[in-house]
């Protein structure tokens, strides 16, 4: 299995970026996927999931809430973060992850994750 997260870069603060996360190797279809980030110093943290199949639940952090949106598109394989109003607290690697237990619904912060992608780095400037 292969998470392959990719579209991270530099952007001054209010810009955007999109994230993308390439999924092989698993029935991704079957797959909840989610959004970590890991800012130097700090725990990694739950940026946003969105549920298997259809991704018709979706999950986000307080601080990423109106700004980022997460979607995913099964017939490419493919789970994505649109990022808004990038602030410089949204400096971080981010991390792609998959999990496909019913537990994720209750706790999609905390469960854990099955598969994880290898990060890539977001850095806002001020």
């Known amino acids: 299995v292969q998470l392959q997260a990719s579209g991270g870069g530099l952007v001054q603060a209010g810009g955007s970026l999109r994230l993308s996360c390439a999924a092989s190797g698993l029935t991704f279809n079957n797959y909840n996927m989610g959004w970590f980030r890991q800012a130097p110093g700090k725990e990694r943290e739950f940026v946003a999931g969105?549920?298997?199949?259809?991704?018709?639940?979706?999950y986000y952090a307080d601080s990423v809430k109106g700004r980022f949106t997460i979607s995913r598109d099964n017939a490419k394989n493919m789970v994505y973060l649109q990022m808004n109003s990038l602030k410089p607290e949204d400096t971080a690697v981010y991390y792609c992850?998959?999990?496909?237990?019913?537990?994720?619904?209750?706790?999609?912060?905390?469960?854990?994750?099955?598969?994880w992608g290898q990060g890539t780095q977001v850095t806002v400037s001020s």
């Open positions: 992850a998959a999990e496909r237990s019913a537990g994720w619904f209750r706790n999609p912060f905390n469960i854990k994750y099955e598969y």
């Open positions: 969105i549920s298997w199949s259809l991704g018709s639940t979706t």
